[in-house]
């Protein structure tokens, strides 16, 4: 490979967050490779997968609506469970009936989705470079000033590195930006794409065609660890995973598969599966740190974006997004080093001032006692929707009990379980994680 004296940028990764990045850089005119270790970008790719139309229409405000998405998202449910029964929680809505506004919440397929994206950057004329593995980046007196890729003529030199290599990234680490991540920081999620005809998935989910549902399930899904499962709508097919913390996994020596199949059992879930075909079954990690467990994002001639910079809400299920506006402000800050003539961290930190400024480090802050709270008491998730499960149950049975001494009841079996002063604890405990 050449110098790079022709290139602007060299961006690492084809997902939301290095195509959000290149496409904002190509856009503006600047000329930037997007290297891809995948043959096809999303190939490699996994994810639940609900991505959200505000941080897409952001990055490509004229070709959103071309996005191939799998169904509107218009009901949003949270189940709470123990092994026979489930606290349900929801939220439904009409979506605008077109699509003059982008939807907030939609599902996708990665592997149609990313290639689609991909191709938007290439429009806007950056140069995607498929099948291109990076393997170091090179960093010179304490600069990065270019990429080692595993090609023959392997070197690339450019001013600007923006990696976007996702989850537990080696290069963000051989750029001096992070230390190794620990198994507390990560979470394991396994994924199958159950394949159902599009009728049988609106009825079974109350649905009309093209909209979509979401299931998120807590509780007893998870064996005591941190972590849920989820169930989410395709058009053909169901998106069916279950995660947890690697940490929890190495304790409790139960594997993702055995938790899977925990869930598709569930009698809750099962039905809703009945019949389908297994398509695809895939694995892949989500960094859970916070804001806490996060790299250094810009150093001289250096960008992290996305999951390689732990930009993941968990609690509200977001990555994409998050990557997705961390590849655009990004793309705006190398706008401005390119109009300066200055690429080292003193231009590049306006990458972190923006990304303060924005909803990104804003959350992530919100959210940063969360991962202490996951790891040491993984607990709370078994025992309140327990809890409130047999209290609802009692409540709801109709036995000729008056609906006072059921109350004592639920407090009486509440308290045998849980004693006040540590209810106190873990609300005290709560509130300052959720705050
Ligand atoms: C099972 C699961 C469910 C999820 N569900 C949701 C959800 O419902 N909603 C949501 O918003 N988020 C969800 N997420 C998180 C979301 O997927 C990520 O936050 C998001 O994909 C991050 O985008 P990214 O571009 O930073 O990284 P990625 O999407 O991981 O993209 C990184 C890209 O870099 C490429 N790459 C990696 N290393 C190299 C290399 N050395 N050289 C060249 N290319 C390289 C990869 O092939 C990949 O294309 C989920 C994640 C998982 C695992």
């Excluded at 979506?95 to 996708?108: G, I, K, R």
């Excluded at 690429?343 to 991962?371: C, G, H, I, M, N």
């Amino acid at each position: 490979m050449g110098s790079g004296d022709e290139f602007d940028a060299i961006v690492v990764g084809a997902g939301p967050g290095g195509v959000s990045a290149a496409l904002t850089m190509a856009r503006a005119g600047l000329n930037v490779v997007l290297f891809e270790r995948a043959e096809r970008p999303g190939q490699k790719n996994v994810m639940g997968g609900v991505m959200y139309g505000r941080m897409l229409a952001d990055v490509a405000p004229d070709t959103w609506r071309d996005a191939p998405i799998e169904r509107v998202v218009v009901d949003e449910r949270v189940w709470l469970t123990t092994p026979d029964t489930a606290v349900s929680l929801g939220y439904k809505h009409v979506p605008h009936a077109d699509f003059s506004a982008p939807p907030n919440a939609f599902t996708v397929l990665r592997v149609p989705f990313d290639a689609w994206f991909a191709s938007q950057a290439e429009t806007a004329g950056a140069l995607l470079v498929p099948g291109t593995t990076v393997e170091d980046v090179i960093v010179e007196q304490g600069r990065v000033v270019g990429v080692r890729t595993g090609r023959a003529d392997g070197d690339l030199r450019a001013p600007l590195v923006v990696i976007a290599d996702g989850a537990n990234s080696l290069l963000v680490q051989r750029a001096g930006l992070s230390r190794p991540l620990e198994p507390r920081e990560m979470a394991l999620v396994v994924k199958e794409i159950v394949a159902l005809p599009a009728g049988t998935i609106e009825d079974r989910f109350n649905l009309e065609p093209g909209r979509g549902a979401t299931v998120e399930v807590y509780g007893s899904i998870t064996r005591g660890m941190a972590g849920y499962g989820f169930i989410y709508t395709n058009k053909e097919s169901l998106s069916v995973g279950i995660g947890a913390l690697i940490l929890h996994f190495m304790k409790t020596r139960i594997t993702p598969w055995d938790l899977l199949e925990g869930l598709k059992t569930h009698p809750l879930v099962a039905p809703l599966l009945r019949g389908g075909e297994v398509l695809e079954y895939l694995a892949h990690a989500i960094p859970e740190g916070g804001v806490r467990a996060m790299p250094r994002l810009y150093g001289d001639g250096v960008l992290v974006v996305g999951d390689a910079a732990m930009m993941v809400n968990n609690l509200h299920r977001e990555g994409s997004n998050l990557a997705m506006a961390a590849g655009r402000m990004a793309g705006e800050t190398a706008i401005r080093a390119k109009r300066a003539g200055d690429w080292s961290a003193r231009t590049l930190s306006v990458y972190q001032d923006l990304l303060e400024a924005s909803f990104v480090l804003k959350d992530l802050r919100k959210y940063e006692r969360l991962p202490d709270l996951a790891e040491h008491h993984p607990d709370l998730l078994q025992i309140y929707p327990a809890l409130l499960s047999e209290a609802i149950h009692e409540m709801l049975t109709v036995d000729g009990v008056s609906k006072r001494e059921k109350q004592r009841r639920i407090l009486r079996r509440v308290l045998a379980q849980r004693p006040w002063w540590r209810i106190l604890k873990d609300a005290v405990d709560g509130w300052r994680a959720l705050r």
